[in-house]
């Protein structure tokens, strides 16, 4: 499948005055990567926004910067966005090697049904969301899948070490024995409810976040 194009532009826009940059319907982003320096760029927000519309984590896109003969290759890292209007403030992208293993996070997808769910009324729960791997960037895998069929009783569980995941070309850093997702008794489930919220309940009387979500992309800096 052949990857993503965007062209950008480089920057000289920078600090405050990027908001002007994001008005007139650009966004401001940067590249980095390892033993490459930072290099600020901008993109047209309407292009910008089709290309990672639907793109899944860990895909790779063809960066090609103006004036610049050849093309980078590149990931995105951090994705800064207006937290009432959702509006893209500002995007940055890590340049790969093709030949250099990379390390990443690659989304855990459910599939299937579990018949401990449908005979017996118990409850799926997904104890974690991604899996830690390094490979080479063109082996990265958009997800991998979880098959919970193979959940037929109630307690049981599915572990990192039983997703079909190619070894040959990926190396798994998450341990094997990490469940990724089990199937609890409905009252153990119900059970378990009830310790997270009074934990978040007693959490805020406090005066402590219960749990903070994770940020969606490292913020812009004021030096952009």
Do not use: C, W
């Not at 990379?102 to 769910?117: C, D, F, N, Q, R």
């Not at 409905?186 to 749990?211: H, I, K, M």
Request: hydrophobic fraction near 45%; avoid cysteine.
């Amino acid at each position: 499948m052949a990857n993503s194009e965007l062209r950008v532009a480089p920057r000289t826009v920078l600090g405050k005055k990027v908001k002007a940059l994001r008005r007139s319907g650009v966004t401001p982003a940067n590249v980095y990567g390892h033993k490459i320096d930072s290099l600020a760029l901008q993109a047209p927000t309407v292009e910008l926004t089709h290309v990672l519309r639907g793109l899944g984590r860990n895909a790779l896109i063809d960066l090609r910067v103006e004036g610049e003969a050849k093309p980078r290759t590149v990931v995105v890292r951090g994705l800064d966005r207006d937290p009432v209007t959702g509006r893209l403030l500002h995007v940055d992208f890590f340049e790969v090697s093709m030949t250099e293993r990379m390390k990443a996070e690659v989304p855990v997808v459910l599939t299937g049904t579990s018949p401990a769910v449908s005979d017996f009324q118990g409850v799926l729960l997904q104890m974690i969301e991604t899996i830690s791997v390094e490979a080479l960037p063109g082996d990265i895998p958009p997800e991998f899948q979880a098959d919970v069929s193979v959940l037929a009783e109630l307690e049981s569980s599915l572990h990192v070490r039983d997703l079909h995941i190619d070894e040959t070309k990926i190396h798994v850093l998450t341990d094997p024995d990490v469940v990724v997702a089990r199937v609890a008794a409905p009252r153990l489930a119900a059970a378990e409810e009830e310790e997270a919220a009074a934990a978040a309940a007693a959490a805020a009387e406090e005066g402590a976040p219960a749990a903070e979500a994770p940020a969606e992309g490292p913020k812009a800096e004021e030096g952009e």
